[in-house]
């Protein structure tokens, strides 16, 4: 541990999409409460976690191919590879439908106090999603807000799915072994005359996934804007054992190399000096190093 010799970059602004941009920039602007702050780091996590159990959810897909082998050789099965996807898939929705309500209560939080805006409408994403739909949210909400919500025609049917989900038992995935193509049905959300039945799941999950993508987008590009142009801390990242930062206006964060001003706590010594200084145009226009400010994550001798 003598030498620690690695680099984490975490400011990447060129990577960023509009729920990332607003979340490291919100606090020139808002004062958020711990609980809003959660919910900021929801919207995208919540909705991260969902890609990452998807992709698991696919790799053990092909498992359900031994449901039916164990169908066809003893006329039964207890279908427990169905059941195993079906709950991975059934967790992916409600990570998906808490990104959402995140997102709605960011809003809320947000535009509450504004004439005209309704306080209950506000405390429920279902109720917010059907204001916007009867064109019943306040004018002092921003238009592309409010057009994100109206827009969402999707958000209905998911979230039917979503409270069947919460409130009922498990569904189950089949996997048809000509067209392999794995569907999935719940007994909640079915009637008496009709089973509920997803023919193709995975198609409908990467929809829903797009389709709440462009949502949050939307939603926070508009956030975005309300942003006052005003400098706020970022790290850098972690090079050598070290924290290194700058302070970036939300105009001028362009990627990595361009943007902002360093923080340059360090000396130019070569153990401490950041590593991209000779390269980075934040480094050129540097801000007074702050006294006290040492910078260390972890350095031992």
Same mark, same amino acid.
């Given at each position: 541990?003598?030498?620690?010799?690695?680099?984490?970059?975490? +400011?990447?602004?060129? =990577?960023?999409?509009?729920?990332?941009?607003? %979340?490291?920039?919100?606090?020139?602007?808002?004062?958020?409460?711990?609980?809003?702050? *959660? @919910?900021?780091? /929801?919207?995208? =996590?919540?909705? +991260?976690?969902?890609?990452?159990?998807? &992709?698991?959810?696919?790799?053990?897909?092909?498992?359900?191919?031994?449901?039916?082998?164990?169908? %066809? &050789?003893?006329?039964?099965?207890?279908?427990?590879? /169905? #059941?195993?996807?079906?709950?991975?898939?059934?967790?992916?929705?409600? %990570?998906?439908?808490?990104?959402?309500?995140?997102?709605?209560? $960011?809003?809320?939080?947000?535009?509450?106090?504004?004439? /005209? !805006?309704?306080?209950?409408?506000?405390?429920?994403?279902?109720?917010?999603?059907?204001?916007?739909?009867?064109?019943?949210?306040?004018?002092?909400?921003?238009?592309? $807000?409010? %057009?994100? *919500?109206?827009?969402?025609?999707?958000?209905?049917?998911?979230?039917?799915?979503?409270?069947?989900?919460?409130?009922?038992?498990?569904?189950?995935?089949?996997?048809?072994?000509?067209?392999?193509?794995?569907?999935?049905?719940?007994?909640?959300?079915? =009637?008496?005359? &009709? @089973?509920?039945? $997803?023919?193709?799941?995975?198609?409908?999950?990467?929809? $829903?996934?797009?389709?709440?993508?462009?949502?949050?987008?939307?939603?926070?590009?508009?956030?975005? &804007?309300?942003?006052?142009?005003?400098? !706020?801390?970022?790290?850098?990242?972690?090079?050598?054992?070290?924290?290194?930062?700058?302070?970036?206006?939300?105009?001028?964060?362009?990627?990595?190399?361009?943007? /902002?001003?360093?923080?340059?706590?360090?000396? =130019? #010594?070569?153990? !401490?000096?950041?590593?991209?200084?000779?390269?980075?145009?934040?480094?050129?226009?540097?801000?007074?190093?702050?006294?006290?400010?040492?910078?260390?994550?972890?350095?031992?001798?």
């Amino acid at each position: 541990m003598d030498n620690i010799n690695f680099k984490v970059i975490t +400011y990447s602004p060129e =990577n960023w999409g509009a729920l990332e941009r607003f %979340e490291h920039f919100y606090s020139s602007t808002y004062s958020f409460d711990q609980f809003t702050q *959660f @919910a900021i780091k /929801g919207a995208s =996590n919540h909705f +991260y976690k969902a890609l990452r159990l998807h &992709k698991v959810a696919r790799d053990i897909s092909p498992t359900l191919a031994e449901d039916n082998s164990e169908l %066809e &050789k003893k006329g039964y099965t207890d279908a427990v590879r /169905g #059941s195993e996807l079906s709950a991975l898939i059934e967790t992916i929705i409600l %990570e998906l439908y808490s990104s959402i309500d995140c997102t709605r209560h $960011i809003v809320a939080t947000i535009y509450r106090k504004y004439e /005209g !805006v309704s306080t209950k409408s506000m405390k429920s994403t279902r109720k917010f999603f059907q204001a916007a739909f009867d064109d019943k949210i306040a004018e002092t909400i921003p238009l592309d $807000i409010r %057009e994100a *919500f109206k827009a969402s025609q999707w958000y209905p049917e998911f979230r039917r799915i979503r409270d069947a989900l919460t409130h009922s038992d498990i569904g189950s995935c089949h996997l048809d072994k000509t067209t392999q193509i794995v569907s999935y049905s719940h007994p909640g959300l079915g =009637n008496d005359k &009709k @089973a509920f039945i $997803i023919k193709d799941i995975f198609d409908y999950v990467d929809t $829903i996934e797009n389709q709440i993508n462009l949502f949050t987008g939307k939603v926070f590009h508009c956030l975005n &804007k309300t942003l006052q142009d005003k400098e !706020v801390w970022q790290m850098c990242g972690i090079f050598n054992g070290f924290i290194y930062s700058r302070f970036v206006k939300p105009s001028e964060a362009i990627d990595f190399f361009n943007g /902002g001003r360093c923080n340059p706590w360090f000396d =130019n #010594s070569s153990i !401490v000096r950041c590593p991209f200084a000779d390269k980075c145009a934040a480094y050129k226009i540097k801000k007074d190093r702050i006294p006290g400010s040492i910078g260390v994550l972890r350095k031992r001798s």
